[in-house]
């Protein structure tokens, strides 16, 4: 079946120690979205890729990069994790088609910063 | 900006009865409407979808959901709860440009289902 892998499931890195979680999919969709949900809370976007056009929201921090090297991988880089970024991560995926198209997601990445 | 707010963090039925979940929206055009569900340490997945056609949409395992403009409201319903409902619903709105979409999500709500 098509789908989105996030690999690993759960990641425990150390304060200030840089990770990178990653997200492939087998959709063959031209957009790849990261998103950050924190504990009890909503999914919040980070960014996306239009094939190999990035785009940031507003708000994200510095401390979060993404790369796309190809059009099955999309990964996100926490440069320096800090205690407030444990979250769970969420990759997603669209065709391409704007804003009234379907987004799939994969099954995150538990985050825990110690 | 568009937003939704999703009213009642915490509904409880029993299994069997009716289930309604609310979803009111903020928005001066169109709004683009979805309802995805998550289960514990999962990702979301999309449970149904309003894209300005039919105003009651239906979507899977049973639940469906009715745009109401004059309302502003797309709330979620199901006439029989069974116990795999439980999980997180989250209503979102999509915005973005013509070639990607941006989900902004109400703060979700946990369904309990109890026999």
């Known amino acids: 079946d098509a789908m989105v892998i996030q690999n690993p499931r759960y990641q425990v890195t150390q304060f200030g120690k840089p990770v990178t979680l990653s997200c492939s999919q087998t959709?063959?969709?031209?957009?790849m979205y990261w998103y950050q949900q924190k504990s009890s809370q909503a999914p919040k976007l980070l960014f996306h890729?239009?094939?190999?056009?990035?785009?940031n929201e507003a708000d994200t921090p510095d401390n979060f990069q993404s790369r796309r090297p190809n059009t099955s991988f999309c990964f996100l880089d926490i440069r320096s994790p800090g205690l407030g970024d444990a979250a769970m991560y969420l990759c997603?995926?669209?065709?391409?088609?704007?804003?009234?198209?379907?987004?799939?997601f994969g099954p995150g990445t538990r985050l825990l910063v110690l | 900006a568009q937003s939704v707010t999703q009213l009642g963090s915490h509904v409880s039925v029993s299994e069997g009865a009716l289930v309604l979940l609310r979803c009111n929206y903020s928005?001066?055009?169109?709004?683009?409407l979805f309802w995805y569900v998550q289960y514990p340490n999962q990702g979301l997945q999309l449970l149904l979808k309003?894209?300005?056609?039919?105003?009651l949409v239906k979507g899977i395992n049973g639940f469906e959901a009715e745009f109401k403009k004059s309302e502003t409201s797309f709330h979620l319903t199901k006439p029989s709860a069974h116990m795999s409902d439980a999980a997180e619903y989250f209503c979102?709105?999509?915005?973005?440009?013509?070639?990607?979409?941006?989900?902004?999500f109400g703060q979700g709500t946990i369904l309990t289902v109890h026999p």
């Open positions: 997603a995926t669209s065709k391409g088609q704007g804003a009234r198209e379907t987004q799939y």
């Open positions: 959709l063959n969709h031209n957009v």
């Open positions: 890729y239009y094939d190999k056009d990035f785009n």
């Open positions: 928005s001066s055009v169109p709004p683009y």
């Open positions: 309003y894209t300005s056609a039919a105003t």
């Open positions: 979102a709105v999509n915005t973005g440009g013509t070639s990607y979409g941006k989900l902004t």
